[in-house]
């Protein structure tokens, strides 16, 4: 497995934010047959703190459309503003025109005033990214997603989305993200994120791993995996992250005695 890249472009220029991301998603569901079920098409921004950055609130206005304003709100250190949730891609671009839209947020040490970031969708992009398709392996054999061994390290695989490459234009490669959280919420692993110094995935990583040792016996895990183009703009020092995603979710079990709640 190619190792998880180390991002050497932190942000030593802002005291309080990481990075902001504008993205439109594809949610999916996977079930144990590898059918895929759209869950919806989404708009989402968000403001990602540093470590000990303190965000205290802001808005997402559109450069285009005056009357176009939504909050963000504190979701765990972020804060994100939503906007439509809808089944069907067009009624999502129609609601959220590609375009140039602006970052108002106030921090501890400071305001940040309209700062802008463009979202574009790429001629090598679908109208709107279309699922991975995830399988799990054990000590280098095919398993069901029902039937993970706490005792072996388990590795996720996804297939590839369509364009993704490094832009021109842009400082990162193409993201992967890889969550999985516990049936209690807990979030078990995540692949990291750019521009804190740490490890994170790229669109040329294909597989990520979790330790035996994060697995309990009969726990179900919700695992997911998030392919996001990248492309940076940069204002004051803070990057920006405009991006088409698309994000795949799988439920998988360990073997035992369910320990769940039941829902």
């Known amino acids: 497995m190619r190792p998880a890249q180390k991002n050497d472009g932190i942000n030593p220029d802002n005291e309080d934010i990481l990075f902001l991301v504008l993205g439109k ?45 939504i909050p963000f709100n504190p979701e765990g250190p972020q804060f994100l503003a939503h906007g439509a949730r809808v089944m069907n891609a067009e009624e999502l671009h129609d609601a959220h025109p590609d375009g140039r839209d602006l970052f108002n947020y106030k921090t501890t040490n400071g305001e940040m005033i309209d700062q802008p970031l463009v979202i574009k969708r790429r001629e090598t992009t ?15 054999n095919s398993i069901s997603p029902d039937q993970v061994d706490p005792t072996l390290d388990l590795t996720i695989h ?7 490459m490094r832009s021109p234009d842009s400082e990162l490669d193409d993201l992967i993200f890889v969550l999985a959280f516990d049936c209690f919420g807990n979030n078990i692993a995540h692949s990291g994120r750019p521009y804190n110094g740490k490890p994170f995935l790229s669109f040329k990583d294909t597989q990520f791993i979790i330790p035996a040792q994060d697995l309990k016996d009969g726990v179900s895990y919700n695992l997911i995996v998030e392919q996001a183009t990248a492309d ?24 035992g005695q369910s320990v769940c709640p039941v829902k």
């Open 25 to 69: 998603m594809s949610i999916y569901t996977q079930d144990l047959n590898d059918n895929h079920t759209l869950r919806d098409h989404h708009f989402v921004a968000e403001i990602m703190p540093n470590e000990n950055g303190k965000i205290l609130g802001g808005t997402l206005k559109s450069a285009d459309d005056p009357s176009f304003e």
């Open 232 to 255: 940076v703009m940069r204002h004051q020092g803070v990057p920006g992250i405009a991006t088409y995603a698309t994000l795949t979710f799988l439920d998988a079990h360990t073997t």
């Open 158 to 164: 996804w297939t590839p989305m369509k364009g993704n």
């Open 126 to 140: 679908d109208t709107m990214p279309l699922p991975a398709t995830l399988s799990l392996t054990q000590d280098g």
